[in-house]
């Protein structure tokens, strides 16, 4: 369990475990979307699915366990940007796959995890060896979503990435070392 003085081996592996994940994933999808290189689109699609249960369990256990206490005292801005970014972060890992996902499965493409297929393409009944969109509807909220929200992720990462080496260099309390897995005091 965590505390005030140290936080779980549990907590620091999925922050870091999830966080560095996520951060790669983002990468990957925007060079793929940049170069239009589209080989690396499938192994984009699988690891971001099989992230998806690791990415709940770290929810849920941040849900059961509660958010860890405040090192030192924050003024009231600090805290509510804090805590809303936090809320964000949890809310968009988890969004961000299944928006990708809700994309693929109503523009008709299916899904599958390094080859193996998960949901099955919608053919085209005119020509069999196209696939046609079962929604495009869903297919636009889907495809936006994954777009929108990825941008929106990477400004909260780039602000709690840059409060965390505040906290450290500037402030030079211990809260970076703590989620680092180290005992303060
Ligand atoms: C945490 C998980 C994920 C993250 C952080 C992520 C991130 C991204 C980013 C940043 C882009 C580029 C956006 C743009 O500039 O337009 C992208 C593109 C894309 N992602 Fe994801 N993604 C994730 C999971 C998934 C999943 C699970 C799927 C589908 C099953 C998916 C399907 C796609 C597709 C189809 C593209 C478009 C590539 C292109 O333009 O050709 N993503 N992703
Ligand atoms: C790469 C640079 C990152 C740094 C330097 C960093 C640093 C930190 C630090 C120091 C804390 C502890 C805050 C506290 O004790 O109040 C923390 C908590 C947190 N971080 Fe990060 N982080 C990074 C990336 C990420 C990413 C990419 C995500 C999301 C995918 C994320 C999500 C969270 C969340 C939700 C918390 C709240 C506590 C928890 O749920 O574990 N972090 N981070």
Redesign the pocket.
């Known amino acids: 369990m965590d505390s005030k003085e140290k936080l779980s081996s549990m ?1 620091v592996l999925l ?1 870091w475990g ?2 560095l994940a ?2 790669m994933l983002w990468m990957a999808g925007w060079y793929i979307a940049e170069t239009d290189s589209s080989g690396l689109l499938p192994i984009h699609k699988s690891i971001g699915m099989l992230l998806l249960p690791i990415i709940l369990i770290r929810v849920w256990w ?1 849900m059961k366990s509660g ?2 206490q ?2 030192r005292d924050h003024n009231a801005i600090e805290k509510l940007i ?1 805590r809303s970014t ?1 809320w964000f ?2 809310i968009a ?1 988890i969004a961000m796959p299944l928006f990708g996902m809700l994309w693929q499965v109503a523009g008709g493409h299916g899904l599958f995890i390094f080859g193996i297929e998960v949901v099955h393409p919608n053919f085209s009944v005119a020509d069999p060896s196209k696939t046609e969109a079962i929604s495009k509807a869903w297919r636009k909220i889907g495809s936006e979503g994954h777009e929108i929200t990825a941008y929106l992720l990477l400004a909260a ?1 780039a602000l ?2 840059l409060a ?2 505040k ?1 450290h260099f500037i402030d030079k309390d211990k ?2 070392l ?2 680092l897995g180290k005992k303060v005091d």
């Open positions: 907590t922050h999830v966080g996520v951060i941040r958010w860890p405040s090192i804090a936090h972060l949890l890992i990462i709690h990435a965390g080496l906290s809260t970076l703590r989620m």
